[in-house]
């Protein structure tokens, strides 16, 4: 047995004028290394959509990995029918005894203009089937089931299950920007807003090890397996911080600790950055959660780097947070328990309004260089793909591509 997915492009690459095609390219190359190793094979394709043919025990897995893949704005199994009224019709009876329901909708989409019949008058005439056949009320707004049938030139496909997927752009279309990965719940979502908006990030965590335990660092390593989801491949820089913040706690007023920890991140972050080729930092900062997130902190904080720090983040309660972290699957890893190394050593009255001559005196007693230089060259680096070779064993060899003409996504 076989299943037909189809999946339906993110409708912001369709306007992005010139640079749309390989905005879709990217987008469709994406989506396909999503399915590798499932057995999923392309059967058709249009400017925003695609349609894949898959064993069928391998759906569960490819629903799994679709619903994770930026840029797809859903998906949907589908059964596939001649393009014509009494071939729907069959299709509907077929699945109709499975399901039981109230009120429903049947929406239809005419992409080829050449079949007799508009999409109101496909609606009316399928509806007319459905009610007969289920006594069931249409209803057109809140309806209980919607189906979707799509006419193409040569064939109709009528959806069984429609799933959203994340949206966003594909990946990489956006350039390169290094994230800020602490254990917390806050950085792993900000990471992730920015990849859903295309850009290629790459991970750095700064970790108390060995002055402390490990701990943190197994947790960022767990959340970067965990993001590597939506972006297939992703490098994650551990970073020895214990040298810097022995050298802060012996020079600094306790107060003024965590903003001179964050400053020592941010270089040692933008030096990463450098090497990336990355053109941006990101944060998990949100506006005044914590003390070291104070309008003024952030600013003496942002002093100490050149490259621009975007913080997603900033607008965003705990709340929203926590939610979208529930949603990408990082918060159960966030909330584990761990050493990390800002909380330990964190004054109990930190400084809320931070003044930068104060900062810029301690760390003119600082060996700035040779702190940077030395967290660099001690830095772990574990560079991590998804998906893996091949989960499933069934991989079907290779059938030619259909032409159905053009579909709307
Ligand atoms: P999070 O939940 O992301 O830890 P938070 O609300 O706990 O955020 P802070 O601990 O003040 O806030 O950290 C603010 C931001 O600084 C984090 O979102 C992260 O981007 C960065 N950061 C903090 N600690 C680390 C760390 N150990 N390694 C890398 N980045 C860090
Ligand atoms: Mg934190």
Redesign the pocket.
Known sequence: METLVLVNLFHELALKGQNRPLFLKKAKDHVQRALKGTGARLEAKWPMALLFRLPAPAWPEARARLKDTLGVENFARVLRTAADLEALKSALAQILPEERFQSFRITAQRSDKGFPFPSPEVEQVLGAFVKERTGAQVRLKGAEREFRARILPQAALLELERHPGPGGLPPGVSGKVVA????????PV?AYRLMRRGAEVAL????PFPLLSGQ?REKAKAIAERLVRFQHRITLHLVPFSEVQRQIILEAPKAYRVVLY?RY?LRIAEAIAKEEGALALA????LG??A??TLANLQVVNQAANLPIFRPLIGFDKMEIKAEAERIGTYALSILPDE???TLFAPKHPVTRAQLSVVLEVESRLSTDELIALALKDREVVRYTWPGQKPLPEAQEKAPIMEHGPLHG
Do not use: N
């Open positions: 800020l990965l602490s254990g917390g719940i806050d950085s900000a750095v965590h700064f970790h943190s964050r991140m944060t998990g900062d949100s959660q914590v070291s997130q990390e190394c800002c």
